[in-house]
Structures are given as C-alpha cells and as structure tokens.
C-alpha cells in the first residue's frame, strides 16, 4: 500500500512536534510520503522530538484557533491525507483552561475539516480522537459501539470533534475518520503525562536524583500501547477502503499502581511504595477509572496489532530516562 514514486503523496500533520506527530512523520517518510507540519509560532520553538528529521519534513507555521492559517496550510500543502494529531490533550490542564482546550481540540477539528471541505475536499482526513471520550464507562471492554461519558472538558472537547467529523463525511460524503485511540506512551512522551512522570523519577530516584514521586488516583486503570504502534493503525485508517471510525488498543488494562512497580523494579529500586506519594492536588475533579479497549475490528478491517507489550513499553521508557538522566540533559 505504500506509495511509489511516480505516486508520491503529500500528508499534512498537525502537532507534528508532539509524540505522535514524530512517530508518524517518521512512518510516512519510510512510506514515500511528502510530509507537512503545521506548528505553532513559538518563542522557543519545540523541535526536540523531529531533530533527526526536521530536514526531511516541510513546516507550515498556523494554529488550530486560526482559520486563515489553516486555509493557508491546505492550499500550500495540497495534502491527499491529513492527520489532525495537534489538540490541548493534558487532562489536568483541560479543567484550568477549559474554553481554550475546547477551542483547540474540539472547534479546532471542526475548523480544519471546514478548509477542506472549501478547498480539497478530496482529502481524507483522520482526527485523533481518545478513549477519555468513554469517561465513565458503562461497559467494559469499550468499543466502537460504548456510548460516550466523558469526565473532563478535554474529554467534551474531543467528543464534539468526533461528532464534527461523522457530521462532515455524512453530509458531504468526505473522507473523514476517527481513530479512538486508547493511552500510548513512549520515550517521547511529554513529562507532564503520569506515565512518563513515572519513568523519568523512578530513574532520578534509581540515580539519587530525587526521593519521592507525587502522584493522584494510584487505582486508575488503563489500557496503554506503544505510540510506534499506534500511528500505523492511524495511517491504515487513512488508507482504509471506505471512512470509518476504529478503536485502536492492546485489550489489556494495567493500573497507575502496576506501571510504578514495573518502572522502579527496572530501574533497579526495590520496594516502589515507599517512595511514591499520593497527593490530592493531582487528583482529578471527575476520576475515570477504566479504561480497556476492545480493537477487534480494527484487527479484522486493518489487519492491525500491538506488536510492544506492556512490560517492554515500561521498560523502554525508563531505559531512556536513565540515559537521559545521567547524561543531564532536560527531559521533553
């Protein structure tokens, strides 16, 4: 299915700079891809995760909250497929700033598939759309079918992109598609996500670097894959026969508790309890507990499967974090 030469597309991706926006950018160049970036004017840009390929990839500067810069980058791009990966996706963040997280992730999807839909309404078009749009689950494992709770405005937003998007491919028979991802972590991930803020301390504590982790709802449980993983079901949703909406997950669910005890035991720290703090601060106003998907369909539609399992997911994030530790540099 990958392109040849004489066929080369061009994909647009928003948050390109992101965790998923690198491994995809990645995934699409091995592929033959032309690939473009809209990212965000900053005044410290944030290029840490795309440095290895930044030469191989055109950057388009515009802003999900802006329209013309949106216009802009469809017409320059002239993409056949467009991934919208860029959002306001930290939960915690989405209760301090609600109205911004649901411009961003919610309008924002909204706004892109409206410049398509003037402008190229060919493309097919993929929204990162997330299991927190489950929230307070009324049934386990979630599937495509599971009505959708959501527990925090980034949760709300995110489900109004989805709605935007079947909206679109129903009413103007665009190629539009969800891709319900469930948590997926990596090395790249953020510091500010609870998975990589348990990799990154168990490996200061592992270096007498620090003494303890704060962390809220340890009996949190979620169902977590490897990013790597998850953009290739991304790219085979784009490049599905018909537009659809697909739960992508590994069907295993594994407590906040468990990812600590297997992050400090591979960090060589015994007794991880002793340790890791419960602090209400990081305790979120409406708690979802359980989130475990079901990506059946997905397996039998795109021939997709997690290839990471959980323990090797852990182990390679906390391996990366000891090498990033001892060499002293800043994490992501």
Partial sequence: ??????????????????????????????????????????????????????????????????????VHAVRESKPHEVYNLAAQSFVGTSWKQPILTCDVSGTGAVRILESLHQLSPDSRFYQASTSEMFGHVEEEPQNESTPF??????????????????????????????????????????????????????????????????????????????????????????????????VVATGKSHSVAEFCKVAFEHAGVDNWRKYVKVDPKFVRPAEVHNLRGDASRARKELGWRPKVPFEKLVAMMVDSDLKLVKSGARAA
């Fill in 1 to 70: 299915m990958s392109p040849t030469l004489a066929e080369t597309r061009n994909a647009l991706i928003t948050g390109l700079t992101g965790q998923d926006g690198s491994y995809l950018a990645e995934l699409l160049l091995k592929k033959g891809y032309r690939v473009f970036g809209l990212v965000r004017r900053l005044s410290t840009p944030n290029m840490g995760r795309i440095e290895h390929i930044q030469h191989a990839v055109e950057l388009i500067e515009g802003d999900l909250t802006d329209s013309s810069s949106l």
């Fill in 149 to 246: 709770h959501p527990r925090s405005p980034y949760g709300f937003a995110k489900v109004m992109a989805y709605h935007a998007v079947v909206n679109y491919r129903e009413s103007y028979g665009m190629f539009a598609a969800n891709g319900i991802l469930f948590n997926h972590e990596s090395p790249r991930r953020g510091i500010e996500f609870v998975t990589r803020k348990i990799s990154h301390t168990a490996a200061r504590i592992a270096l007498k670097q620090a003494k303890e982790l704060r962390l809220g709802n340890l009996d949190a449980v979620r169902d977590w894959g490897f990013a790597g993983d998850y953009v290739e079901a991304m790219w085979r949703v784009l490049n599905h026969k018909s537009p659809s909406d697909f």
